[in-house]
């Protein structure tokens, strides 16, 4: 909350309601794009011999909880659309948790490219079995170092259990089949304590937090050392920020 600068701002409902239809809006239009390139893809009768992986990158706190934007790991920031199809792939849904580093080794594997040529240089794993109904094995790792954190930030989910875990804040443990909206943190319920240390054990294999943490402050380091020179010269911001027409600029009719 910090970080998106809360205090200057007065959020009505108003304003969420509208920021949450042009959110759908949003989704209204990228659909219609979607179904353009299939449509090409139709009239190049290239649609049978393709697959189509429809992904994002991260999701956005609409005003849930006071939050914008993403930089947390509640399912409004961090679940996203991820949807297959081509030859081969029957249609159906599937709830099992996975992770965007599946994409590569799983488009890979529809392509029949050896899953040994592509293992050692990813985390992920191929979803083609999930695809074909069989059970995910591997939990999801999440990790979030960036803008708005003072800590590293890591999440686990397998099943219907999210566990989150920051040095700076409270654990977090949520069965998200109970509670969608993730309104009842179980990490300091005694009945869910074996399933808290599982995680904690979980966590602990996977992460070390102190070293995760110097790693980021090292490299933060690294880059301040030459922040003000890359910004010198030809710099220009990567993020994409859509032009706007000056309110006194005026437009002539031909």
Wanted: glycine letters at 6%.
């Amino acid at each position: 909350m910090h970080a998106c600068d809360y205090q200057n701002f007065a959020i009505t409902e108003d304003n969420i309601r509208r920021s949450r239809q042009a959110y759908f809006a949003n989704i209204s239009y990228l659909d219609e794009k979607v179904g353009e390139l299939v449509d090409t893809l139709t009239r190049t009768r290239m649609l049978d011999d393709t697959l189509i992986l429809f992904c994002s990158d991260h999701g956005d706190m609409l005003g849930e909880r006071g939050l914008w934007f993403k930089m947390n790991f509640f399912e409004g920031s961090a679940r996203v659309p991820l949807m297959v199809a081509g030859p081969g792939i029957t249609p159906g849904l599937h709830l099992a948790p996975t992770s965007n580093l599946d994409l590569t080794p799983t488009l890979c594997d529809l392509a029949g490219i050896s899953m040994d040529e592509i293992m050692p240089w990813t985390d992920g794993e191929s979803l083609v079995p999930v695809i074909n109904g069989e059970d995910r094995i591997a939990p999801v790792l999440m990790e979030y170092a960036a803008e708005g954190s003072y800590a590293p930030l890591v999440g686990i989910r397998e099943g219907k259990w999210k566990y989150v875990y920051c040095a700076l804040d409270p654990e977090q443990l949520y069965d998200l089949e109970a509670d969608p909206l993730e309104l009842i943190n179980l990490a300091t319920v005694a009945a869910h304590a074996p399933t808290l240390r599982a995680f904690q054990a979980m966590r602990d294999s996977r992460w070390d937090m102190e070293a995760f943490d110097s790693a980021v402050r090292e490299s933060q380091a690294r880059r301040w050392v030459v922040y003000e020179a890359l910004r010198n010269g030809a710099y220009y911001p990567w993020d994409h920020q859509p032009l706007q027409r000056h309110p006194s600029a005026t437009c002539a009719t031909i």
